[in-house]
Nanobody, 121 residues
Framework: QVQLVESGGGSVQAGGSLRLSCAASGSIFSVNAMGWYRRAGGNRREFVASISSAGRINYVDSAKGRFTISRDNAKNTVYLQMSSLKPEDTGVYYC???????????????WGQGTQVTVSS
Protein backbone atom coordinates (compact mmCIF):
# COMPACT_ATOMS: atom_id res chain seq x y z
CA GLN A 1 0.00 0.00 0.00
CA VAL A 2 1.05 3.55 -0.75
CA GLN A 3 -0.48 6.61 0.88
CA LEU A 4 -0.13 10.31 0.27
CA VAL A 5 -0.99 12.43 3.29
CA GLU A 6 -1.35 16.20 2.99
CA SER A 7 -1.18 18.76 5.76
CA GLY A 8 -0.95 22.51 6.15
CA GLY A 9 -4.22 23.78 4.74
CA GLY A 10 -6.28 26.39 6.48
CA SER A 11 -7.88 29.81 6.28
CA VAL A 12 -5.97 33.02 5.66
CA GLN A 13 -6.69 36.54 4.53
CA ALA A 14 -5.70 37.75 1.11
CA GLY A 15 -2.00 38.50 1.00
CA GLY A 16 -1.19 35.82 3.54
CA SER A 17 0.85 32.64 3.23
CA LEU A 18 0.41 28.94 3.75
CA ARG A 19 2.71 25.96 3.40
CA LEU A 20 1.34 22.63 2.30
CA SER A 21 3.14 19.35 2.85
CA CYS A 22 2.55 15.92 1.39
CA ALA A 23 4.34 12.79 2.52
CA ALA A 24 4.30 9.56 0.56
CA SER A 25 4.55 6.48 2.74
CA GLY A 26 4.10 2.75 2.62
CA SER A 27 5.63 0.13 0.37
CA ILE A 28 7.68 2.55 -1.74
CA PHE A 29 10.62 1.65 -3.94
CA SER A 30 10.92 5.01 -5.68
CA VAL A 31 9.02 8.23 -6.33
CA ASN A 32 9.23 10.21 -9.54
CA ALA A 33 7.19 13.35 -10.17
CA MET A 34 5.24 14.89 -7.30
CA GLY A 35 2.83 17.75 -7.60
CA TRP A 36 -0.19 19.69 -6.51
CA TYR A 37 -3.62 20.13 -8.04
CA ARG A 38 -6.52 22.28 -6.94
CA ARG A 39 -10.29 21.94 -7.20
CA ALA A 40 -12.45 24.97 -6.62
CA GLY A 41 -16.18 24.54 -6.14
CA GLY A 42 -17.62 22.02 -8.54
CA ASN A 43 -14.90 22.49 -11.09
CA ARG A 44 -12.50 19.83 -12.22
CA ARG A 45 -9.10 19.52 -10.61
CA GLU A 46 -6.55 21.80 -12.19
CA PHE A 47 -2.78 21.58 -12.21
CA VAL A 48 -0.92 23.93 -9.86
CA ALA A 49 2.72 22.81 -9.71
CA SER A 50 4.97 19.79 -10.13
CA ILE A 51 8.54 18.77 -9.44
CA SER A 52 10.41 15.78 -10.80
CA SER A 53 12.83 13.67 -8.80
CA ALA A 54 15.62 15.54 -10.59
CA GLY A 55 14.17 18.89 -9.58
CA ARG A 56 12.50 19.99 -12.80
CA ILE A 57 9.65 22.35 -11.87
CA ASN A 58 6.48 23.50 -13.60
CA TYR A 59 3.82 25.96 -12.44
CA VAL A 60 0.46 27.05 -13.68
CA ASP A 61 0.76 30.65 -14.85
CA SER A 62 -1.34 31.97 -11.93
CA ALA A 63 1.10 30.47 -9.42
CA LYS A 64 4.32 31.78 -10.93
CA GLY A 65 6.06 34.26 -8.67
CA ARG A 66 3.81 33.47 -5.71
CA PHE A 67 4.09 29.72 -5.10
CA THR A 68 7.23 27.65 -4.62
CA ILE A 69 7.27 23.87 -4.89
CA SER A 70 10.08 21.84 -3.35
CA ARG A 71 10.73 18.31 -2.23
CA ASP A 72 12.79 16.23 0.15
CA ASN A 73 13.61 13.03 -1.69
CA ALA A 74 14.91 11.33 1.44
CA LYS A 75 11.52 11.83 3.08
CA ASN A 76 9.41 11.34 -0.07
CA THR A 77 7.79 14.64 0.77
CA VAL A 78 6.71 17.54 -1.42
CA TYR A 79 5.97 21.05 -0.22
CA LEU A 80 4.05 23.98 -1.65
CA GLN A 81 4.86 27.38 -0.18
CA MET A 82 2.07 29.74 -1.14
CA SER A 83 2.49 33.48 -0.69
CA SER A 84 0.51 36.55 -1.67
CA LEU A 85 -2.59 34.40 -1.59
CA LYS A 86 -5.70 35.57 -3.40
CA PRO A 87 -9.36 34.58 -2.92
CA GLU A 88 -9.20 32.78 -6.27
CA ASP A 89 -6.59 30.42 -4.76
CA THR A 90 -9.34 28.98 -2.58
CA GLY A 91 -10.02 25.31 -3.08
CA VAL A 92 -9.11 21.79 -2.09
CA TYR A 93 -5.47 21.09 -2.82
CA TYR A 94 -4.54 17.53 -3.76
CA CYS A 95 -1.12 15.97 -3.73
CA UNK A 96 -0.20 13.73 -6.65
CA UNK A 97 2.76 11.43 -7.14
CA UNK A 98 4.12 8.76 -9.43
CA UNK A 99 5.26 5.93 -7.21
CA UNK A 100 6.81 2.54 -7.83
CA UNK A 101 5.79 0.21 -5.00
CA UNK A 102 8.33 -2.32 -3.87
CA UNK A 103 5.90 -5.23 -4.05
CA UNK A 104 5.53 -5.24 -7.84
CA UNK A 105 7.75 -2.42 -9.13
CA UNK A 106 4.97 -1.07 -11.36
CA UNK A 107 4.67 2.70 -11.66
CA UNK A 108 1.30 4.03 -10.52
CA UNK A 109 -0.19 7.45 -9.99
CA UNK A 110 -1.51 8.24 -6.53
CA TRP A 111 -3.62 11.01 -5.01
CA GLY A 112 -3.87 12.35 -1.50
CA GLN A 113 -7.17 13.00 0.23
CA GLY A 114 -6.98 16.77 -0.21
CA THR A 115 -6.58 19.70 2.13
CA GLN A 116 -8.78 22.80 2.15
CA VAL A 117 -7.29 26.23 1.53
CA THR A 118 -9.58 29.21 2.04
CA VAL A 119 -8.47 32.75 1.25
CA SER A 120 -10.78 35.54 2.33
CA SER A 121 -10.77 39.05 0.94
Amino acid sequence: QVQLVESGGGSVQAGGSLRLSCAASGSIFSVNAMGWYRRAGGNRREFVASISSAGRINYVDSAKGRFTISRDNAKNTVYLQMSSLKPEDTGVYYCNADVRPNYDMVWRNYWGQGTQVTVSS
